[in-house]
């Protein structure tokens, strides 16, 4: 080994220009070089296809359906309403469980893996990290929706063809009306995400295993999940944010309801800023010893 | 041995007053400090950690960090490059105080804690790319450059997590390279490494050394210390026990060590001659406080008094290994020093 000192480093490497957008970039490439990241997009794919497949082979017995909103067991004559289903099924367990498993890993899974330390002896702000792991983890759940949402109407339309749609409130919309607000009720349930991914962010940075973040986080999600089925906990189901899950459905009255929708998106946006800001103050004075 | 307050230690500053104690201010002799710590003091719980810790590095130093097990380094490197805050008192790198300036000190040094890890699915290439571009532009040109400098170009574009251990190292010190950074903190990097490999790791710290770079070198590897480092540092229970130039860590004082056939013997013979005080036993030697002068009449008194003589040794000639030990020796455990002069009787045949 031998050295030369006092180098200039004027021409950036092609895949690292400009500092505005470096963290973000960084840290998406972290996520596609991790094996996980695509075993869950390909579950987000997968899982439409499922449900159509497993409507259409089941599409002449009347029990079909049974058990869930009206448009899922109109899934049969309009393929438009597989990617609602998909996200009526999902958005209770799955999509909780694979944020939770993204930002659990964003900080804890750094630690484990032993790069924490080395990144951090970069001159980065610790605040600047942890808001661009909390933005990638929802860019990266975001191309999870975008995949449900492809598959879902790949083979929705495969399977029964795309229709217009017919609103809870009986009247009919077109195709590309009812496209934008399948689109509005996927932004809807991943904003809901926001609150898981910031839960386990503050949870990744409580502790050096991602597997814990991602228990804690689940564990609480359930707990609350489970709490507001009593009445007795009627006083808090405003406040907590597995209320509002499914009030997506709410954009398919005309017109739309947007009452349950404002308050979901409202109760998501508290729930997600105080927990972030809690990951950060976590963050920001956690001693790192991995 | 004696306690280090028994040494003369020629310029090094030895601390061995007890907690609360300061040293004194060191001085850089007209260089710039670039690494300097201010009553840095790290609590874990009931454990102290570190302890008021005072020490400096001056700018184009290859500065040893030593200490022995748990005495504190990695906590004080992590303290010194923000990774854990202080309990109190602060650090000051490049000009920054640190945890207040992190960011501004962090411009200017590279290094590792621990054994450097990196993405395993990434090749080296994009590794450092990856770590490079958080400091600031990083151009492709240096990433070749510092992958030739620790002979791992040809292995470049192959994933890190094929990597053995002593690959790894050196794609530390290759991340570390990166930016020319005024200040490089190494954590035992030759840790692991074959004979060859920290040959040319300890070569490499030279090289950054007659640069100009200044290193900071944690080690436990004492001769390690001895052969690249300009200025060293001894911590113990997170306190400097002694710093200051590596050439003046050794005792200073005069003193023979004679190793002979008939140890108890030479003893009566030699405090014959210097006196009862002036000769004592140390790990099957004995060690005789008089100059090389008094070698040839000491000789020939023992040959004259029919002990055979194996061995005279200037005891200046003892490295900065056994004035480690004696320095961090804890009184309260004497069994290490039994077992190390039990060592000496066998390897050098004598008798008590």
């Known amino acids: 080994m031998s050295t030369t000192h006092g180098h200039a480093h004027g021409s950036t490497s092609g895949g690292m220009r400009g500092h505005k957008w470096g963290a973000l970039r960084r840290e998406w490439i972290k996520l596609l070089f991790q094996r996980r990241s695509y075993l869950i997009w390909g579950g987000a794919f997968v899982i439409p296809f499922l449900i159509a497949l497993a409507f259409y082979l089941t599409r002449h017995n009347p029990e079909n359906g049974g058990g869930g909103p009206p448009f899922v067991e109109r899934i049969t004559s309009n393929g438009m309403f597989v990617t609602l289903a998909a996200l009526f099924f999902l958005i209770g367990f799955l999509l909780p469980l694979a944020a939770a498993m993204v930002a659990g890993y964003m900080i804890a899974g750094e630690a484990e893996l032993g790069t924490l330390r080395i990144l951090l002896l970069r001159p980065v702000r610790r605040g600047s990290f942890i808001l661009a792991k909390w933005t990638i983890a929802m860019a990266y759940l975001g191309v999870g929706f975008l995949l449900m949402l492809a598959s879902g109407l790949l083979f929705g339309g495969i399977f029964f063809g795309l229709h217009p749609i017919v609103t809870f409130s009986g009247t009919t919309v077109s195709v590309p009306h009812g496209l934008v607000l399948i689109v509005l009720s996927m932004l809807y349930g991943l904003a809901a995400m926001a609150c898981i991914v910031s839960m386990s962010l503050l949870f990744s940075t409580l502790t050096d295993s991602s597997l814990t973040a991602l228990i804690g986080t689940i564990v609480i999600y359930i707990v609350l999940t489970v709490l507001i089925q009593f009445s007795w906990f009627d006083w808090l189901k405003p406040w907590v944010f597995p209320t509002y899950l499914q009030e997506f459905t709410s954009f398919f009255r005309d017109p739309i309801y947007w009452r349950p929708i404002v308050k979901g998106l409202g109760v998501f946006a508290l729930w997600s800023g105080v927990l972030t800001f809690a990951a950060y103050l976590a963050f920001r004075r956690k001693d790192v010893l991995s | ?352």
């Open chain 2, 1 to 352: 041995m004696e306690s280090s307050e028994t040494h003369d230690v020629a310029e090094a500053q030895t601390v061995s007053e007890p907690e609360g104690a300061r040293p004194e201010q060191h001085s850089c002799g007209g260089r710039a400090p670039i690494l300097t710590t201010h009553a840095l003091t790290k609590q874990f719980g009931n454990l102290r950690a570190v302890d008021g810790l005072e020490i400096e590095v001056c700018k184009g130093d290859v500065f040893g960090f030593l200490g022995p097990n748990g005495a504190g380094k990695t906590t004080v490197i992590r303290l010194v490059l923000g990774l854990i805050h202080p309990t109190s008192g602060y650090a000051e790198v490049c000009g920054h105080r640190v945890p207040g300036e992190l960011q501004g000190a962090l411009r200017h040094v590279g290094g590792f804690v621990d054994d450097p890890t990196f993405y395993p699915l990434m090749s080296a290439r994009r590794n450092l790319r990856l770590l490079g571009s958080m400091t600031g532009p990083v151009s492709e040109e240096r990433i070749d450059e510092v992958l030739e400098i620790v002979a791992l170009d040809a292995g470049a574009d192959d994933r890190v997590g094929g990597f053995s251990h002593g690959m790894k190292q050196r794609l530390g010190i290759a991340q570390a390279l990166l930016h020319s950074p005024e200040l490089i903190v190494l954590d035992e990097p030759t840790s692991g490494l074959d004979p060859r490999g920290m040959k040319d790791v300890r070569e490499l710290i030279r090289e950054l050394g007659a640069a100009g770079t200044t290193v900071f070198l944690s080690s436990h590897l004492l001769h390690e210390v001895e052969q690249v480092c300009t200025r060293a540092v001894i911590i113990n229970k997170g306190r400097v026990v002694v710093q200051g130039p590596v050439s003046e860590l050794r005792p200073q004082n005069d003193a023979i060590k004679v190793l002979t056939g008939d140890q108890g013997r030479a003893g009566e013979v030699l405090r014959g001659q210097f006196g009862a005080a002036g000769v004592k036993e140390d790990e099957g030697f004995l060690v005789v406080e008089a100059g090389e002068d008094a070698v040839p009449e000491m000789v020939r008194r023992l040959v004259a008094g029919n002990v055979d003589v194996r061995a005279v040794v200037p005891a200046g000639e003892q490295g900065l290994e056994d004035f480690f030990l004696e320095l961090t020796y804890d009184a309260g455990d004497s069994e290490p020093k039994k077992r190390r002069a039990g060592l000496a009787r066998l390897l050098h045949g004598g008798r008590r």
